[in-house]
């Protein structure tokens, strides 16, 4: 396969211009549009007649031009034809997940996503009778096995949170296109390192909230599709994402639009600082997990799929066997050391920490936990880049010798 770089991918775009010609593209906050001649509202209507057939926008609830700059530039990245900007990252999966199955039909996901994730397959979807089997998404014997006549999708995130499982996207998606299903991706943690859409996924799906946006002050989602499923969710009678209503504001997509051009830059630098504490706490002799070591079981199959430049992500995780222990650790290193902050999220420019199983994955039942192999323990550091690289190596040694680990 032809090598593949989302950045460049992305400034291959045709730049927006702002109002008087600024650098930046400007901010379309009105509600509704003007209609020239109203003869074509019908048209548009119908969807006939968009903005780039003679007509005009509409409302925007249903498409505005500045969320519309953004999700061509977040199609260009992941490689899909369109996208469709939502509220949020959950907002971007409820839609997905609602737009592709209906009563009665079914899903195979992978038991090691998002709490939230976790909670709407598990708990909210059942209740409108689509049911999901969650299985081990690395054991391709047990996904096949738990497709069903009436499955539609399988769901998996690149990296899983926060085991950081690794799927197999390739040979998901030759059991997806051979059984009818689509493969939904979450590709949340490896935005540009990994081009889900390239190895056969057919709709992937980001918390824009995270890496994406990268300053933490923001809620958004997005999800890549082909045009066909994009006008679906935007159609006015059926679309999930039109009727429900989770679309994007336009002073987010300006924000959101801003911070692109310094993506690639950020995940190649929290890549290398999460690389760099990663071989370190090996080498002490710490319980981590990191995608980049070699001793990553799924190391050699994420290399296959990473697009060459981008590392292995800003995520890392160090087991620390008990709650209390991951609890001293992360209080040392915050309030001692000035390490990062004890907070949920990721993807931010500072260090952030959480103890997974008593926060963003406490949606999921204990026993599930133990089964996924998520230790009470485990903390989940999302590597930041700010601050001296050496010096916060030094930090976390402290912190790892303070608390015993090594
Ligand atoms: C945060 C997160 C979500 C949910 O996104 P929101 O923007 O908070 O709604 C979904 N998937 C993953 C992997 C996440 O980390």
Known sequence: MPEFNPDHA?????????????????????????V????????????????????????????????DILARYLAAMEDTEAAVCTASGMAAIACALLQTCGSGD??????TV?????ALLGELLPEMAITTTFVDITDMTAVKAAIRPESKVIYTETLGNPTLKVADLNALSRLANGHGLLLVVDNTFSPMMITPARHGAHVVIHSLTKFING???????????????ANRFMDLHRGRVM???????????????QRLPSLAMRMREHSRRAMAMAKRLEVMGVAVVYPGLSTHPQHRLLTGICNPGYGYGGILTIDCQTREKAEALMAFLQNREQF????????Y?????????SSTSSEIPPEDQSRMGLSPGLVRISVGYTGDLSQRMLQLENAIKKIGLA
Do not use: Q
Not at 215 to 229: N, R, T
Not at 349 to 357: A, Q, V
């Open 36 to 67: 020239m001649d109203p003869a074509i509202m019908p048209e548009i209507f119908d969807g006939l007649r968009g903005p780039d057939k003679g007509g005009c926008f509409l409302y925007s609830r249903h498409f505005n031009p500045t969320v």
């Open 106 to 111: 079914h899903i195979v996901a992978s038991d």
């Open 215 to 229: 300053a933490s002050d923001l809620i958004a989602g997005v999800i890549c599709s082909d045009k066909e499923m």
């Open 114 to 118: 998002y709490g939230g994730t976790h």
């Open 340 to 347: 990062g902050f004890i907070a949920v999220s990721l993807g």
């Open 349 to 357: 420019f500072d260090t952030l920490m959480s103890c997974s199983g």
């Open 243 to 257: 009727l429900l209503g989770p679309t994007m504001d336009p002073r987010s997509a300006f924000d959101l639009i």
């Open 10 to 34: 992305m400034w291959a775009v045709r730049r927006e211009f702002g109002e008087h010609g600024g650098v930046t593209p400007s901010i379309s906050r009105s509600s509704t549009f003007t």
